[in-house]
């Protein structure tokens, strides 16, 4: 609990379930438009709804989408949360953030943060705005390119599966088709060989960098479990689906094919030295 704010966590997907989690003091509800890192589509209809129906704020991450894709007071949402360091800027060389809204909810976030800190510096600003006039066309590329490269993994034989919203096989596919006008550059895999796979496709792979951010015109890998849910124990982790081995891609605006061949040189090689480790390991056994 910090600044005397306490939660409670919902499953996004389970409207039924989030009326046993109200209190009294109960004063918004937030969810994610796609849920890091497995890329879960929530049920976002429903959650205006019911915070109109319990007279709560509704509340948005809508980093993942950006407006680009998603416009959430379209919806009904009364508050647009994003971590503008990544879409909005595009350039991974500012830290920033954004809230957008009903203009007499955000002038109590402004007045919050004239107390509080955290204001952006006049150069940083400067260059969120440079980032955004290009926002449509760097998202528009980050679609169709991330659409290209999931097709791609999910038909790869090593690979065990791909967690995209585009795909017709993501559980939420058509939640996703009707709410939004783009799948995004986000999207998250796992290798049939699991963590040691994962860490050697990371290696081979020539043109993403290792990095744990996301949102702008590079391509970035990371694992979960070892930056953004290190803080979690294994078995949370596990509970939440996210294993081990979960690779996190946020697709740049590189050339798809680039990226595509890149990624096949990487998953060869990863095939080859998992290969070769496990016959060095036999060859020791028997001697």
Known sequence: ???????????ANDPESWK?????????????????????????????SFAKSHGLVSMID???????????SELGFDLSLHSATKYLNGHSDIVAGAVIGKSSLVEKVTHKLNHLGGSLDPHAAFLLHRGIKTLALRVKHHN?????IARFLEKHPAVAKVNYPGLESHPNHERAQRLFDG????????LHDGVEGAESFMRAALLPAV???LGGVETLVTRPA??????????????????????????????????MEDFRQALETRSNRTSSHRSRERVQVQE
Do not use: C, W
């Not at 109960?26 to 205006?48: C, K």
């Not at 169709?144 to 290209?148: I, K, M, P, V």
């Not at 953004?228 to 509970?239: N, P, T, V």
């Open 1 to 11: 609990e910090k600044f005397g704010i306490s939660y409670d966590f919902i499953d």
């Open 226 to 259: 070892t930056t953004s849910h290190s803080g979690l124990s294994g078995e949370d982790r596990r509970r939440l689906g996210i294993s081990d081995g979960l690779i996190r891609l946020s697709v740049g605006i590189e050339a798809t094919q680039d990226l």
């Open 20 to 48: 046993r989690k109200l209190k009294p003091t109960t004063r918004a509800i937030y969810v994610e438009t796609i849920s890091n890192p497995l890329m879960q589509v929530p049920d976002l209809e429903s959650v205006v």
């Open 183 to 190: 799948f995004g550059g986000m999207m998250s895999f796992e």
């Open 144 to 148: 169709e390119s991330a659409l290209q």
């Open 211 to 213: 990095a744990p951010s």
């Open 62 to 72: 809508n980093t993942f989408a950006s407006p680009v894709n998603f416009r959430p």
